[in-house]
């Protein structure tokens, strides 16, 4: 790749927008938060069309952890219809800039991961994506290919093509600046490096969440300084998590897996709020806008909302699983909810029998402290077999028994002396 900027060249007329070129710019739309610039990429999709050259599309995900949950998979469902219109998608793992960390949203500095973290994770990234893309239809890169070849005289290069003014722009670099939190030197490399990465593949159009705006506007600027023709940018809104509030996030522990047992992802989909529901169906379903409208008019109009739900849930662990584990999950949860026990318990062998109830639950684990094992003995929390236990000074005997704590919690316990 050179890094010398080619010469400007006129903008080639506009081309008329034919009903597939339209129909492909509403699915890149659907449940969009921003097109940028829209009437660029409505021209780019008719060059497409009329040369039969797919565009190339690109998602950049830092290996930060080794699992991925629904909520990364709201934008690789837009992948995936892009590419079922045909597109190149390609699905970038971002090996290098992991190492730098992702300042978006933060307000401390991220403490960069190791190589060895980093290869770890990576090991399942590309594998879980495929639960979703077409793996067969998708050009899985590294961004270590470009990067570690630039080199410190590289690196000085490039960081030359920005300003600091423009960082500052930043919201999140801003906000720790007045507040006098600090901000590390290396973190204004990962915009850069990360722009660096739509060089380097020259993308179209680069997809991300709402808070890799500024990370994606600037590979659009450096495009431009390349002499390249400026990529689109396509942010997804960030799905809430169980609570209904925090972005979807394993470390605040309100995710739902995609590589989690059929039987808890259908709970945990059944446990979101009846408003959220919707949102989780605007986001993640492949319903026709018009499918979920007539849905969401038939709960409107008196239809008990955890049809719907029940309906989102066996779409997604399908999805994830299949037809028949959805259909199984289901079975489990309406087991469950009349008290019944389900049938992929975990099991533990535990010693020291006689013991009180409470101490027992915080043996095996159920409960984090006999305070709390009591208290939730006394909201009517804790079964045994099936059977609610009121008693708090209940002395548990040795034998097999299945405890309950709360509705999702269940241990098959074999208790001797």
């Excluded at 409505?42 to 797919?54: I, T, V």
Aim: net charge neutral.
């Amino acid at each position: 790749m050179t890094n010398s900027v080619s010469s400007k060249t006129a903008a080639p007329p506009a081309l008329p927008l034919t009903d597939v070129v339209l129909e492909a710019l509403a699915i890149t739309k659907r449940g969009v938060d921003e097109l940028l610039i829209e009437s660029e990429f409505a021209q780019k999709l008719a060059r497409s069309e009329q040369s039969g050259a797919p565009l190339r599309i690109k998602l950049g995900l830092d290996p930060t952890a080794p699992d991925l949950h629904l909520g990364h998979t709201v934008v690789l469902n837009k992948m995936r219809q892009l590419q079922n219109l045909g597109h190149q998608v390609i699905f970038l793992i971002g090996d290098f800039t992991s190492m730098i960390g992702d300042p978006s949203g933060r307000n401390v500095t991220r403490p960069p991961l190791t190589k060895e973290q980093i290869e770890q994770n990576a090991l399942t990234y590309f594998k879980q994506a495929s639960l979703v893309l077409d793996p067969e239809r998708t050009e899985i890169r590294y961004n270590s290919e470009w990067c570690d070849p630039l080199g410190a005289r590289g690196m000085i290069e490039l960081a030359s093509r920005y300003t600091v003014a423009r960082m500052m722009e930043r919201d999140d670099f801003t906000k720790r600046y007045k507040s006098g939190t600090p901000i590390s030197v290396h973190e204004f490399l990962y915009p850069l490096m990360q722009g660096y990465d739509s060089v380097a593949l020259k993308a179209d159009l680069e997809l991300g969440g709402t808070d890799q705006k500024f990370n994606l506007l600037v590979g659009r600027e450096l495009q431009k300084d390349y002499g390249q023709e400026q990529q689109c940018i396509l942010t997804m809104p960030l799905l809430e998590g169980l609570d209904g509030v925090e972005k979807m996030s394993k470390s605040k522990n309100n995710y739902i897996g995609i590589t989690e047992p059929a039987n808890t992802m259908f709970a945990k989909l059944m446990s979101i709020s009846d408003i959220m529901m919707w949102r989780y169906f605007e986001l993640l379903s492949f319903s026709s806008i018009a499918d979920i409208a007539g849905l969401k008019a038939e709960i409107d109009g008196g239809r008990n909302p955890r049809d719907a739900k029940v309906a989102l849930a066996k779409e997604i662990v399908t999805r994830f699983h299949s037809a028949q584990a959805a259909d199984d999950a289901l079975a489990d949860f309406v087991n469950r909810s009349k008290g019944g026990i389900p049938d992929d318990v975990p099991e533990m062998a535990v010693a020291g029998a006689p013991m009180g109830v409470s101490h027992l639950l915080k043996q095996v684990g159920l409960c984090a402290s006999t305070g709390e094992a009591m208290r939730l003995v006394d909201g009517g929390g804790v079964r045994i077999d099936g059977a609610v236990v009121s008693d708090k000074a209940l002395q548990i005997a040795a034998g097999t028994f299945v405890l309950q704590v709360g509705k999702r919690k269940f241990l098959r316990v074999t208790f001797s002396a």
